[in-house]
């Protein structure tokens, strides 16, 4: 539960119908397998107590009792269990008959919820035997062995300690209808819906229930437990599968497959991260008249066995990959061609350093003018190479450009900046920061001034993870005309450069490789003794799949230098130790607060992903603002 993670599990206890007492024994012992487990919240199918498919014996006042019986029972065995637990069964209430949720917790029957809709039609006829909670209305509360239970659908179940962890319950078709409880819970406060269900196994059904557990999952920011009974049902008309589903805010996290019948799905959900999602999102307006009931359960470090994804912003499949890659082309293509459109600009000036960055915002540029229908030598390809340059990334920029059909130029500035060397009186043989940038800001200049003379703009190149990092120089490689790749950050131009690769001819395909396959470097520093690139970047600022790691959890989920540390050190397991994952993220935070002010001032570029660093838009923070406070808890680790 630290860091804000619960363990969900859904519950398929073996079902035998119309049995309560051989019942109550089977949810008992998956009792004991979610305690010790440590699962806070356990999920059990509808009525499984009595099992879904009794039909006209929910008439009997036999069964009815032995239902009543066994929930009373299993409160008791609650007592001392770790879980909080979801019990399916039929409970008379003012005379009728209500299909009902239990929630049970250290020996004590905490609230029940009524099934609100009531399905009656095609193979389900519910409100032959039933009754909705609609008739019930709201503040009931149901004498049950001479205690008064919260009864009705205006419960929410909160945590004393733990404000994330809050959840409310439907059932089953109450996920189908077209305005579900689990709407006003949520409103009210629920971070979680648990939704113990019986849905039968036909074509197609299974894809519909995973298409509407993640949307609603998403549309109300919330998790969503999802339990449906098994084979154990009676099949004289319908066979149940036991499908089981757990989500959180559209992300699919664990299934039970139909058939498949585990006892136990489980995942965990990540309560702090949907609070985060819920306070930036102003369209999630609370709503009042809903009844908390308060449980305990003792604060726990939660085991995470889900799945931590080691590169957030790349897809994990690779068809997906190459989706999302044309996407963010397209959109950065057609902003820039609007971009174009808009100024009239006769031409699209680039620098090309034969690196990642300038390859990917060339491709872009190349798309643009293909969209304007405008010949390819409207793009101005300029690569100046001065002390760094090494051989291999001067003969990929001139290979590059001459495939793809742009117009190419060299423009060695050593000369110049050795001229402003003496004219600011700069040691050449100092490799400091003013030896670095002035390369930087000579290269800007030049890109300025041929696009003035040809009537042009500049076309940035600088990536989302160099603007986290402050890894641009002021006025340099910072400044442009319109920056296509300001919110694409380094671990994803690494993947849409392949994908064009893949997607290219073999000359142009060997080019973009050889170009993959090259160090990341600024190149501001002389090569070595092999001509080498003597200057990388990973080894200088950090790895860039850590930083982008961090980038994400931080501007994305908004979580804390603890919790990131704690995930890292998951998702790089084998990888990175404890001290090199708290040494980087310590370097990431300090230059993330000290960088600000370049990034207070970003030419215009296109948002691609959910995370982008625009002042004008997704990112507004002082450069003055303190990181004392995040450094110290990362000291603390």
């Not at 860091?3 to 119309?18: Q, R, S």
């Amino acid at each position: 539960m630290t860091d804000g993670f619960i363990k969900a599990a859904c519950g398929l206890p073996v079902c035998t119908v119309a049995d309560t007492e051989k019942n109550a024994t089977e949810i008992k012992k998956l009792i004991d397998l979610a305690d010790k487990q440590k699962i806070n919240l356990l999920v059990l199918p509808e009525l499984c107590i009595t099992g879904y498919t009794c039909g006209d014996l929910f008439y009997s006042d036999k069964l009815k009792d032995a239902a009543k019986k066994a929930i009373l029972s299993l409160a008791e065995y609650t007592k001392g269990k770790y879980p909080v637990v979801t019990v399916g069964v039929p409970l008379i209430y003012g005379f009728k008959l209500y299909n009902c949720a239990a929630v049970l917790s250290d020996g004590e029957i905490l609230g029940i919820v009524p099934k609100t809709y009531l399905p009656n039609y095609s193979e389900f006829y519910e409100q032959r035997q039933f009754t909705s909670a609609d008739f019930c209305g709201d503040g009931a509360f149901l004498n049950i062995d001479g205690k008064e239970i919260p009864f009705g659908t205006d419960i929410i179940f909160c945590h004393r300690d733990m404000p994330e962890y809050t959840f409310g319950i439907e059932i089953c078709e109450d996920l189908w209808a077209a305005s579900q409880p689990s709407e006003k819970l949520c409103r009210a406060g629920a971070s979680v819906i648990l939704n113990p269900s019986a849905s039968n196994e036909i074509i197609g059904k299974s894809e519909y229930r995973r298409m509407l557990a993640a949307s609603t999952s998403a549309r109300l920011l919330c998790g969503y437990v999802y339990t449906s009974s098994g084979s154990g049902e009676s099949t004289q008309d319908l066979v149940y599968s036991g499908h089981c589903l757990i989500y959180e805010n559209g992300s699919f996290l664990a299934e039970s497959l139909p058939f498949e019948e585990k006892p136990l799905t489980v995942s965990e959900i990540d309560l702090k991260k949907l609070a985060h999602e819920r306070h930036k999102n102003t369209s999630f307006e609370p709503l009042g008249g809903i009844r908390r009931v308060i449980f305990d359960q003792k604060i726990t470090e939660t085991a995470l066995s889900r799945h931590i994804e080691r590169n957030p912003f790349v897809p994990s499949d690779k068809g997906d990959v190459s989706k999302r890659a044309e996407a963010i082309l397209r959109i950065q293509s057609y902003g820039l061609k609007k971009r174009l459109e808009h100024t009239h600009a006769k031409t699209a000036v680039i620098g090309i350093s034969g690196g990642l960055d300038s390859t990917l915002a060339l491709l872009v540029t190349v798309r643009a003018m293909r969209l304007l229908g405008r010949p390819l030598s409207d793009i101005q390809a300029v690569t100046m190479p001065c002390f760094g340059t090494t051989g291999r990334t001067r003969s990929n920029s001139e290979k590059l450009c001459r495939l793809l059909g742009v117009s190419f130029i060299e423009v060695n500035i050593t000369a110049a900046v050795n001229q402003h060397f003496a004219d600011i009186e700069q040691d050449s043989a100092c490799f400091d920061v003013t030896y670095e940038n002035s390369q930087a800001r000579e290269r800007t200049q030049v890109l300025m001034d041929i696009a003035n003379k040809t009537g042009g703009m500049v076309i940035g190149t600088g990536d989302l993870s160099e603007l986290a990092l402050g890894w641009a120089t002021y006025n340099g490689d910072h400044m442009s005309m319109y920056a296509v790749n300001s919110s694409v950050p380094k671990t994803l131009v690494r993947y849409i450069v392949r994908h064009e690769a893949e997607s290219s001819g073999e000359d142009l395909r060997e080019v973009l490789y050889d170009i993959l396959d090259t160090p990341v470097s600024p190149e501001l520093l002389p090569a070595d003794e092999n001509g080498e690139i003597a200057q990388k970047t990973e080894d200088l600022v950090g790895p860039y799949e850590l930083h982008d790691f961090f980038l994400y959890h931080i501007l994305r989920l908004g979580e804390r230098p603890k919790k990131i540390y704690r995930l890292a050190l998951i998702a790089f397991d084998g990888i990175y130790d404890r001290e090199t994952v708290k040494h980087w993220l310590t370097v990431f935070i300090r230059r993330f607060f000290s960088q600000q002010f370049k990034r207070s001032c970003l030419p215009d570029g296109p948002k691609v992903g959910s995370v982008t660093l625009s002042p004008r838009g997704d990112w507004r923070m002082p450069s003055d603002a303190s990181s004392a406070d995040w450094i110290a808890e990362v000291e603390m680790l």
